[in-house]
């Protein structure tokens, strides 16, 4: 079954204690986004890689960083997370075309992460 | 940089009977693409349907239907014979054909209750 994972689902965690959220996907994508939920401002786009060993920051990068050693992984790393990390968040894929990336991105589950 | 817009934090509408949602967005790009995700309690971001700019046709999915205004930079949902399954958040989202990053930018969201 073509998917996006993300591990874990929920996680509450303490200020300061480095975290890693694992992203995955099956569909040989080349595109890959992570997107953080909050109520009242919708999904915001924290980091995004083209492919492989190609990353650039979203709208609020801040606090957070990414990697992207092989096609299928995508994890998003709070080195010293804190309360206002707070949130839900999505890693999405998609293919990539000549023209640019495919218009259609696929979504994880998304994971729910309270930071005390 | 695109904003999308939506103005409505809440709705209810009787199963069985039609609803609308409302989305604007600002842009200076002539060719986009436009979409609606449906977020069910579960928090997983579904695909609810997609529109591109240079169709003038409205794009349709079974019961679901936009109502897409280029000129007025608008971009409805209709719900037809909604359904208890309808009940869900759902978000507006913008995206740009091409380049570097193809990330969404999505609206706040709007909740949508179905009263049976």
């Known amino acids: 079954e073509a998917q996006v994972t993300q591990n874990p689902r929920y996680l509450i965690t303490v200020t300061g204690k480095k975290l890693t959220v694992t992203c995955s996907q099956n569909?040989?994508?080349?595109?890959m986004s992570w997107y953080r939920q909050d109520p009242g401002l919708g999904l915001r786009q924290i980091y995004y890689?083209?492919?492989?060993?190609?990353?650039d920051k979203g709208d609020v990068p801040e606090g957070y960083k990414v990697s992207r050693k092989e096609k299928r992984n995508f994890p998003l790393i709070l080195e010293s997370p804190s309360p206002n990390q707070t949130s839900l968040y999505f890693c999405?894929?998609?293919?990539?075309?000549?023209?640019?990336?495919?218009?259609?991105?696929?979504f994880g589950p998304g994971t729910r992460l309270l930071v005390l | 940089a695109q904003t999308v817009t939506q103005s409505q934090p809440e709705m209810s509408v009787q199963e069985a009977e039609t609803v609308t949602l409302s989305c604007t967005y600002d842009?200076?790009?002539?060719?986009?693409?436009l979409f609606w995700y449906k977020q069910p309690p579960s928090r997983q971001m579904i695909l609810v349907i997609r529109?591109?700019?240079?169709?003038?046709q409205n794009a349709t999915e079974n019961r679901f239907s936009v109502n897409f205004q280029k000129a007025a930079k608008s971009f409805s949902l209709k719900i037809s014979d909604s359904q208890l399954g309808d009940a869900a958040m759902y978000f507006c989202?913008?995206?740009?054909?091409?380049?570097?990053?193809?990330?969404?930018?999505f609206g706040k969201g709007i909740t949508l209750s179905v009263r049976p």
């Open positions: 999405a894929s998609s293919l990539v075309h000549l023209a640019g990336v495919a218009e259609t991105q696929y």
């Open positions: 569909m040989n994508h080349e595109y």
């Open positions: 890689s083209m492919n492989v060993e190609v990353t």
């Open positions: 842009t200076s790009e002539s060719d986009y693409y």
């Open positions: 529109q591109e700019a240079y169709k003038q």
């Open positions: 989202a913008y995206r740009s054909p091409t380049g570097a990053n193809s990330k969404l930018t």
